[in-house]
């Protein structure tokens, strides 16, 4: 293996019902809302790299009474050796999301079960199949 994951922890979090209303719709329409992932990263020493994954959970921007959730969990990656720009990209933006997705998930199932939800459950995402359709966009 040419990384590792040395430590990973919720950098912030945001979890808002306004109110009863908000509640109710979003039992209503939650398969309206949709997931969006946002993945940076930022060199902390050398061969020392934080990895920032930003999960939003939000309805329709022209909808008012939406509730919104957004997790940004962090991992520090450590690399054994020197990696080319190829690898790199694949390892931050496929392999560590991929690793701790299942953390992300497991935490935001649970502010959803504590929150009167019995079952939520966020869907699995292919993050090389994403990472795939943005390179063949650019």
Do not use: C, W
């Not at 959970?57 to 969990?73: M, P, T, W």
């Not at 720009?85 to 998930?105: A, C, F, N, S």
């Amino acid at each position: 293996m040419t990384y590792k994951i040395v430590s990973k922890y919720v950098k912030d979090l945001s979890f808002e019902i306004p109110d009863a209303k908000t509640f109710f719709l979003l039992e209503k329409n939650i398969k309206n809302y949709q997931i969006k992932i946002d993945i940076s990263s930022k060199n902390l020493k050398e061969k020392i790299i934080e990895v920032d994954t930003r999960l939003g959970f939000e309805g329709k921007k022209d909808e008012k009474n939406n509730a919104r959730v957004q997790i940004l969990y962090s991992s520090v990656v450590t690399l054994e050796k020197e990696i080319q720009k190829e690898e790199m990209e694949k390892i931050l933006l496929v392999k560590v999301p991929t690793e701790i997705y299942p953390d992300i998930q497991k935490i935001v199932s649970v502010l959803f079960e504590k929150s009167g939800f019995k079952t939520f459950s966020l869907d699995n995402i292919d993050f090389n199949k994403l990472h795939e359709a943005k390179k063949n966009q650019k």
